[in-house]
C-alpha cells in the first residue's frame, strides 16, 4: 500500500528470530575480553571477503570500505550526494517507505518505477532504461539480491542486465543488501560480478539477517573514491563501539571460513523459515 498525504513508514527490518549460540559467545567475549588489539577490531579484511563470496566484487584500488552503526546513516550520505548533483533517486515502487520518507527529508528529488506481476514485480532492463529518460542524473536504489517485499530473488543475469541498464543511461546504482541472507531455500543467493564492471555501483547493507545478529547493527557501505568526500564529515554519522567491531569480526571469520557449527546454525534458521513458509 502506498502511502497517502502525511503518512510516513517506519517499517523495522531487524531479524528477530532465535539468537544462535555462536552469536551469543561472540557478544560474551567482546564484553568479557580486555586489552583488545587494534588488529581484533579491524573489520575491513573480512568484510572485503564477505562481499566477494556473496556478491563477486573483488576488491581494489578505487573501492573503499565504510563502517557505521547505522545502515539509515549510509543511505542518508549516499542521499545527500545524489541531492548535491542535482540528480534524481528512482525506487521500484513498494521498496521500504522509511528509505523513500529518509531521500523526500533530505530535499532528494525521488520518483517511483511501477514494475508489472507478469515480471514478478522486479525490476526488468526495459522499464529501469524509460524511467532513466526522465532524468539527466539518474540515481536507482535497488534491494537485492533477495528483493524487498516480495521475497523474489534477481537473479545473476538479471543483476548483471540492470547493472549494464545503468551503465548506458548514466544512472548509479544503490544495491541494498539488508533484505538478504534467510532465504527460504537452504542455500543463500548468492551473485558472480566478477566479470562485471560495476564502477557506477554502490553496495550497502548490514549484518542482521547474513549472521543472523539480530539487534547488533553494523552496517558497511562499499563505496568508489568519487563517493569518499561525503562520508568525510562525522555528522550524523555514528562510527560502531570496538565491543561491537570485535563481535561481529568473530562471526564474519566464522562465516568466511565456512565453520561448520556456525553454518549449521544458519541452515537451521534457513529451514525453519521454510517450514513457517509451507505451513500458510
Not at 45 to 68: C, Q, W
Not at 122 to 131: F, S
Request: hydrophobic share 40%; net charge negative; charged share 20%.
Amino acid at each position: 500500500k502506498e502511502l497517502g498525504p502525511g503518512e510516513m513508514g517506519m517499517n523495522s527490518n531487524e531479524n528477530l528470530l532465535e539468537t544462535p549460540t555462536s552469536v551469543k559467545m561472540a557478544v560474551f567475549e567482546s564484553f568479557a575480553r580486555q586489552n583488545i588489539t587494534d588488529v581484533e577490531t579491524d573489520l575491513i579484511p573480512e568484510v572485503y571477503k564477505f562481499i566477494d563470496t556473496n556478491l563477486g566484487i573483488v576488491a581494489d584500488s578505487s573501492l573503499r570500505i565504510i563502517l557505521s552503526d547505522s545502515l539509515k546513516a549510509v543511505f542518508s550520505k549516499l542521499v545527500l550526494q545524489c541531492r548535491d548533483v542535482g540528480g534524481t533517486l528512482f525506487f521500484v515502487a513498494g521498496s521500504d517507505e522509511a528509505y523513500i520518507c529518509t531521500a523526500r527529508l533530505l530535499g532528494a528529488s525521488v520518483k517511483l518505477i511501477q514494475t508489472e506481476a507478469v515480471d514478478s514485480f522486479k525490476l526488468t532492463e526495459k522499464v529501469a532504461t524509460e524511467a532513466f529518460t526522465s532524468s539527466d542524473k539518474p540515481f536507482l536504489y535497488l534491494t537485492g539480491p533477495t528483493i524487498f517485499p516480495t521475497g523474489m530473488v534477481y537473479s545473476n543475469s538479471e543483476i548483471e542486465d540492470l547493472i549494464s541498464c545503468c551503465s548506458k543511461g548514466g544512472a548509479h546504482l544503490f544495491v541494498d543488501t539488508s533484505f538478504s541472507g534467510l532465504e527460504f531455500g537452504l542455500q543463500q543467493e548468492t551473485w558472480n560480478l566478477r566479470d562485471v564492471d560495476c564502477s557506477n555501483v554502490t553496495v550497502m547493507g548490514n549484518f542482521s539477517s547474513q549472521l543472523l545478529s539480530g539487534g547488533l547493527e553494523l552496517s558497511y557501505a562499499l563505496v568508489h573514491n568519487s563517493f569518499l568526500n561525503g562520508f568525510n564529515d562525522n555528522l550524523n554519522f555514528g562510527k560502531p563501539h570496538g565491543t561491537l567491531r570485535y563481535a561481529i569480526k568473530k562471526l564474519l571469520k566464522l562465516y568466511n571460513e565456512k565453520d561448520a557449527n556456525y553454518h549449521k546454525e544458519l541452515t537451521h534458521q534457513r529451514s525453519s523459515l521454510l517450514e513457517r513458509a509451507e505451513s500458510f
